[in-house]
């Protein structure tokens, strides 16, 4: 089993909290996606021969893509890997651009999930971060997606965004709830240097919100979601039963994936690889036949670190039998011996041979995989 993550760099226009990577220079698609499907075809056997079960378009912006550009990516796909058994085929997209002719479309793809940048229902907050949707407008998008026959819809929010209050969390909250997407990943706002908020930041335009309110806007998060019926799976990350992000499941899993595009990361059990973080240093690369990269192999204790960081990010954790087998019974000791006061304390638990953080433990984790980390 295995996925194929594809970069699409592309952005209409920049919202200031964000540092992805990507470009508003709408005219290079056409060259890049030649360039992306040329390095899927070059890369067909780094899988060696796995089966692609899931297929993520991530961005950027992948729903600035018109249809030929579709085209060109799927029949590639479908060329080098077979889509066959390609259960969960994503698409994040801008709820601008999910027009009725835009979704239409992109029936006519095997895409069968949506992820879609809501961010938050607050249009003066909307117009702050410079998101080019407004509430109306993500609202509308997301019932012409389920009209259009999307059984299988994620959404975006941020939280502890600049002015955020309790109440407005909570109406973005229901909103959503109201909406009943399949699948809802919330991240607390992080101000990144060299963005626009940041700078905001710096100049007192904006202030951050206190740990206090941070941890209540993350308790609200919890309680309304689970009191709709979603689960909570990952740290981020909440779906209707059964419905979690599969491809997403795979990162923390340690299952290998294929990344293609600019600056895309792939990993192979043994190795991680990224792409050069330049659309035009990539393009040129591809055109000539050589993908500009680098490769890091990873050891034991690094991938024993990856497994335990990653793993214990979910709910199902992260398997006893599986760090003995894969990294050692010396490592597994350690780590029995180093989880052994968060068990007492009730910050982690163990069940059917799998070690997890307790809803408690999610609060002290930084601390608790300090500990756990392998060195
Ligand atoms: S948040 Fe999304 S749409 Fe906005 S600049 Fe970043 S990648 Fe582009």
């Given at each position: 089993?295995?996925?194929?993550?594809?970069?699409?760099?592309?952005?209409?226009t920049?919202c200031?909290?964000?540092?992805?990577?990507?470009?508003?220079?709408?005219?290079?698609?056409?060259?890049?996606?030649r360039?992306?499907?040329?390095?899927?075809?070059?890369?067909?056997?780094?899988?060696?021969?796995a089966?692609?079960?899931?297929?993520?378009?991530?961005?950027g912006?992948p729903?600035?893509?018109?249809?030929?550009?579709l085209?060109?990516?799927?029949?590639?796909?479908?060329?080098a890997?077979?889509?066959?058994?390609?259960?969960?085929i994503?698409?994040e997209?801008?709820?601008d651009?999910?027009?009725?002719?835009y979704?239409?479309?992109?029936?006519?793809?095997?895409?069968n999930r949506?992820?879609?940048?809501?961010?938050?229902?607050?249009?003066?907050?909307?117009?702050?971060?410079r998101?080019?949707h407004?509430?109306r407008q993500?609202m509308?998008?997301?019932?012409?997606?389920?009209?259009?026959?999307?059984?299988?819809?994620?959404?975006?929010?941020?939280y502890g965004l600049?002015?955020?209050?309790?109440?407005r969390?909570?109406?973005?909250?229901?909103q959503?709830?109201?909406?009943?997407?399949?699948?809802?990943?919330a991240y607390h706002?992080?101000?990144?240097?060299?963005?626009t908020l940041?700078?905001?930041?710096?100049?007192h335009?904006v202030?951050?919100?206190?740990e206090?309110?941070?941890?209540?806007?993350?308790?609200?998060?919890?309680?309304?979601?689970?009191?709709?019926?979603?689960?909570?799976?990952?740290i981020?990350?909440?779906?209707?039963?059964?419905?979690?992000?599969r491809?997403?499941?795979?990162?923390?899993q340690?299952?290998?994936?294929?990344?293609?595009?600019a600056?895309?990361?792939?990993y192979?059990g043994?190795?991680r690889e990224w792409?050069?973080?330049?659309?035009e240093?990539?393009?040129?690369?591809?055109?000539?036949?050589?993908r500009?990269?680098?490769?890091?192999?990873?050891?034991?204790d690094?991938?024993?670190?990856?497994?335990v960081?990653t793993?214990?990010?979910?709910?199902?954790?992260?398997?006893?039998?599986?760090?003995?087998a894969?990294y050692?019974?010396?490592?597994?000791?350690?780590?029995e011996?180093?989880?052994r006061?968060?068990l007492?304390?009730?910050?982690?638990?163990?069940?059917?041979?799998?070690?997890?953080?307790?809803?408690?433990?999610?609060?002290?984790?930084?601390d608790?995989?300090?500990?756990?980390?392998?060195?």
């Amino acid at each position: 089993m295995a996925g194929i993550y594809l970069h699409i760099p592309f952005c209409k226009t920049r919202c200031i909290y964000c540092d992805f990577y990507s470009t508003t220079r709408d005219d290079l698609k056409r060259r890049y996606v030649r360039a992306l499907c040329r390095e899927l075809t070059l890369r067909r056997d780094y899988l060696q021969g796995a089966v692609v079960e899931t297929v993520y378009l991530g961005g950027g912006t992948p729903s600035q893509l018109a249809e030929e550009d579709l085209a060109d990516i799927f029949r590639t796909l479908q060329e080098a890997y077979g889509l066959d058994n390609a259960t969960e085929i994503t698409l994040e997209a801008n709820p601008d651009d999910l027009t009725g002719d835009y979704v239409r479309m992109l029936r006519r793809f095997p895409i069968n999930r949506l992820s879609m940048g809501i961010q938050t229902f607050d249009e003066d907050t909307l117009k702050l971060l410079r998101r080019r949707h407004t509430a109306r407008q993500a609202m509308d998008a997301f019932l012409r997606c389920r009209e259009a026959g999307f059984d299988n819809l994620s959404i975006d929010l941020i939280y502890g965004l600049p002015g955020e209050t309790d109440a407005r969390w909570q109406a973005d909250l229901q909103q959503a709830v109201r909406l009943r997407p399949e699948h809802v990943s919330a991240y607390h706002l992080m101000y990144e240097e060299e963005t626009t908020l940041y700078r905001y930041l710096l100049e007192h335009r904006v202030c951050e919100v206190d740990e206090d309110a941070s941890v209540r806007f993350y308790h609200r998060l919890t309680d309304t979601l689970s009191e709709a019926g979603y689960v909570h799976y990952e740290i981020s990350n909440f779906c209707l039963p059964g419905r979690h992000a599969r491809h997403n499941a795979s990162y923390w899993q340690g299952i290998p994936y294929l990344g293609c595009g600019a600056s895309a990361h792939s990993y192979d059990g043994r190795s991680r690889e990224w792409n050069v973080a330049s659309i035009e240093a990539y393009m040129q690369g591809m055109e000539r036949g050589e993908r500009p990269h680098e490769v890091e192999c990873l050891d034991a204790d690094t991938r024993y670190n990856e497994y335990v960081m990653t793993g214990l990010r979910t709910r199902w954790g992260i398997s006893l039998d599986q760090v003995a087998a894969d990294y050692g019974k010396e490592r597994l000791a350690y780590l029995e011996r180093m989880a052994r006061p968060h068990l007492q304390r009730g910050m982690m638990a163990v069940g059917e041979g799998r070690l997890r953080l307790t809803e408690a433990g999610v609060f002290v984790s930084d601390d608790i995989l300090s500990d756990l980390m392998y060195v």
